[in-house]
């Protein structure tokens, strides 16, 4: 069994991570806020908000991550209440490829922040204008990597911690993300019709397309 303190580090590290992305997103939209009359961009369209069971998703996919960020200082606690997945005698292999997952997913987020930049919304707002749709970098590949990275590192929290209770949390909240990346495909073709049907035809939705 893996001492309860290895967890700890294991998830603060992610964490650790996860902080730094949250803080690049925030300063590049609070600098392009300060920039915003050198924005030239012509917006497509305004957009409505997601359906509910989105939005509904993206919440739990909150509470999730916060969960498991609770568990840096909670973690025997939670651990008595809240019966474990047990893989004995091989969790330790397991954290730890759910820690790679993590960095994994972590990156991911990086280069997809950064290719958004200033263009980035928090995903269930709504009554915004689209500037432009971004094809370029990461998005050159996946429509949606930021949903993607958030499955990703999500199942590595989970491998980690190894926790009944965040596990269905984590089900329903990657089936709202499934949904809501649905809902702005739907939005984006009515908004840029021939321009976001021609990105589609080249890039998969979480997945890069091979042929």
Do not use: Q
Request: proline share 4%; with cysteine.
């Amino acid at each position: 069994m893996v001492e309860p303190i290895i967890v700890k580090y294991l998830i603060g590290l992610g964490f650790l991570f996860f902080g730094f992305n949250l803080v690049y997103i925030i300063i590049k939209k609070v600098k392009g806020k300060n920039n915003s009359g050198n924005d030239l961009t012509d917006p497509i369209d305004n957009i409505s908000k997601p359906r509910l069971v989105s939005r509904l998703g993206v919440m739990i996919m909150n509470i999730f991550i916060t969960l498991c960020f609770l568990n840096i200082f909670f973690y025997d606690w939670f651990r008595s209440i809240i019966p474990r997945i047990l893989v004995f005698p091989i969790d330790l292999p397991v954290k730890l490829i759910g820690f790679c997952l993590v960095i994994l997913g972590n990156v991911m987020l990086f280069f997809a922040y950064r290719e958004l930049g200033t263009l980035w919304v928090y995903p269930i707002a709504g009554g915004k204008k689209v500037k432009r749709i971004v094809i370029t970098g990461i998005y050159s590949k996946v429509r949606h990597p930021i949903y993607l990275s958030f499955n990703i590192f999500s199942i590595g929290f989970n491998l980690i911690l190894l926790d009944w209770f965040l596990l269905f949390l984590y089900i329903f909240g990657g089936i709202g993300l499934l949904m809501l990346a649905i809902d702005e495909e739907r939005i984006l073709i009515s908004s840029s019709k021939d321009e976001y049907l021609e990105y589609m035809e080249k890039t998969g939705r979480f997945l890069p397309k091979l042929f």
